[in-house]
C-alpha cells in the first residue's frame, strides 16, 4: 500500500484507497451494488465490532455502513476517538474488506426509522447488526423495528449476539474509560489489540540525551483518547527499530516543562529517527505515576528501576506487538513519507 493511502481519503464522495481494494464512499441516497452490509459507527473495531464484520471481510459485494461524523460527535458526546478515521481504514482494508459506505449524519439524523431504511436500504439484500443496535430519529428504531421491516421488504437479517470479556459487554465507551483510568490492560482486552498513538517524531528540550535517557517524543493528538499523565511500557513500532520500549506521558515536572509530549525510551538504544518521520507507541500497561524529582539523578535512577519493569514484561509486549500486525497492516500504520 502506498502513501496515498493516507492522502485526503475522506474528501471525495468516491474514492479508491490505496492500491485500490478499498473504496470509500459518501451517499445521501439509496445505497447501490453492496449486497451484505454491516450497519453502525465502529469507532474502536474492538473484539464485538469483529465479529460482525467477519460476515463481509473477503467479501467482494459487502461493505460497512457507518456514519461520518459519528452520532455521538455530532451530538457532543464524544471528543476524542479510540481509532482516527485513517486508522479505521487500516482496520478494514486489513481485514479485507472492500467498500466503506459513510451517510452524512446531517442528512439522516431526523429521519424516521422506517423513512431511513427505505430510502437507504431498497436495494441491499442482508444487514448485519448487533443486538443493541438502533438507528433513525432520536435513536428510536430498535431491533424489533428492523425484523419487522426485513420481513415485510425479504430481506435477510443478521443479529450477532453481544460479545463479552469475564461478564462485561465489550463497548467502545468503556474501552475509552479504561484507557481515561489507565487501565491499559483491560482495553486492550476487550479491543483485542493493544490501545496506541501514532504521529510524527517532534523535538523535546533536548536534555534527554544530556542525561543519557534519549527519547523519541510525539505530541498527543486531540483526535485520541488520552491516558493518564505517567510512565508506561509497551512497545515502539517505527521504520527503523521497532520493539519493547519505555514512554513517559506528561510535561516532565522535575524540568518545568510547559508542553505535554508521549516520550518514549528504548533503553540502550539511541534511536536515529528523523523530525517528522511517524512513529506509534502501542501501550502495555501503566507503570507509575510522573513525579517531580529534586535532581536529574535521582529521576535517572528511577528510570534505571523502570527499566527493570519493562524487562519483565518483554515477552508479553512482543506479543502484544505481533497481534496489532496482525489486525493492522504495518505499511499502512507507518508510512514512509
Ligand atoms: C521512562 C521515563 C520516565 C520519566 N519519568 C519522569 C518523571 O517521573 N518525572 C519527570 O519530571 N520527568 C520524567 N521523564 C521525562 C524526562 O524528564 C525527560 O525525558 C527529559 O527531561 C528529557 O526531555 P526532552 O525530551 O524534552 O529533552 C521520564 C522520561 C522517561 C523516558
Ligand atoms: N459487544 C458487541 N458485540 C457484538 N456487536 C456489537 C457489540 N458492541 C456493538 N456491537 C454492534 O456493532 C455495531 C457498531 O456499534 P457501535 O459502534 O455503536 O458500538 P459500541 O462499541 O457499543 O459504541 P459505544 O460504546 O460508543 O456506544 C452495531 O451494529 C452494534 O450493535
Redesign the pocket.
Known amino acids: 500500500m502506498g502513501n496515498s493511502w493516507f492522502l485526503g481519503c475522506w474528501q471525495d464522495k468516491h474514492r479508491r484507497v490505496g492500491d485500490g481494494a478499498l473504496v470509500v464512499t459518501v451517499v445521501d441516497d439509496k445505497i447501490e451494488k453492496v449486497v451484505t452490509i454491516?450497519?453502525?459507527?465502529?469507532?474502536?473495531i474492538?473484539?464485538?465490532?469483529r465479529?460482525?464484520l467477519s460476515h463481509v471481510s473477503g467479501v467482494n459485494d459487502g461493505g460497512v455502513l457507518?456514519f461520518e461524523p459519528?452520532?455521538?460527535e455530532a451530538l457532543g458526546y464524544?471528543e476524542s476517538r479510540v481509532l482516527t478515521d485513517d486508522e479505521r481504514l487500516c482496520a478494514f482494508e486489513s481485514m479485507g474488506i472492500n467498500q466503506i459506505i459513510k451517510l452524512p449524519f446531517e442528512k439522516i439524523k431526523d429521519l424516521e426509522p422506517e423513512t431511513f431504511l427505505s430510502r437507504y436500504l431498497e436495494d441491499v439484500q442482508t444487514i448485519?447488526?448487533?443486538?443493541?443496535?438502533?438507528f433513525g430519529r432520536n435513536a428510536v428504531g430498535d431491533i424489533s423495528l428492523l425484523k419487522q421491516w426485513c420481513q415485510l421488504n425479504r430481506k435477510n437479517l443478521i443479529v450477532?449476539?453481544?460479545?463479552?470479556v469475564d461478564g462485561e459487554?465489550?463497548?467502545?465507551?468503556?474501552?475509552?474509560n479504561y484507557i481515561h483510568h489507565g487501565n491499559m490492560e483491560r482495553a486492550m482486552k476487550l479491543l483485542g489489540y493493544p490501545y496506541f498513538i501514532r504521529g510524527p517524531r517532534v523535538h523535546g528540550n533536548r536534555i534527554g540525551s544530556k542525561i543519557g535517557v534519549p527519547t523519541v517524543n510525539l505530541h498527543w493528538s486531540k483526535q485520541k483518547t488520552r491516558p493518564p499523565y505517567g510512565v508506561y511500557d509497551g512497545f515502539l513500532l517505527s521504520n527503523q527499530w521497532s520493539g519493547p520500549a519505555l514512554a513517559s506521558f506528561g510535561k516532565a515536572p522535575t524540568f518545568d516543562r510547559k508542553d505535554v509530549l508521549l516520550e518514549i525510551y528504548v533503553p540502550g538504544i539511541d534511536l536515529n529517527i528523523g523530525a517528522g518521520e511517524i512513529v506509534l507507541y502501542g501501550f502495555h500497561r501503566f507503570v507509575r505515576e510522573e513525579k517531580k524529582f529534586p535532581d536529574a539523578t535521582s529521576l535517572v535512577q528511577q528510570i534505571r528501576e523502570d527499566e527493570n519493569d519493562l524487562a519483565k514484561d518483554a515477552p508479553l509486549i512482543e506479543a502484544e506487538m505481533n497481534q496489532l500486525l496482525l489486525l493492522f497492516s504495518r505499511a499502512c500504520l507507518l508510512p514512509s513519507r
Not at 454491516?38 to 474502536?44: I, L, T
Not at 474492538?46 to 465490532?49: N, P, T
Not at 459487554?169 to 475509552?176: E, Q, Y
Open positions: 454491516v450497519f453502525g459507527g465502529f469507532e474502536s474492538h473484539l464485538g465490532h465479529r460482525l457507518t459519528l452520532p455521538k464524544s448485519v447488526v448487533g443486538e443493541n443496535f438502533r450477532e449476539p453481544l460479545v463479552s459487554i465489550v463497548s467502545t465507551k468503556a474501552i475509552k
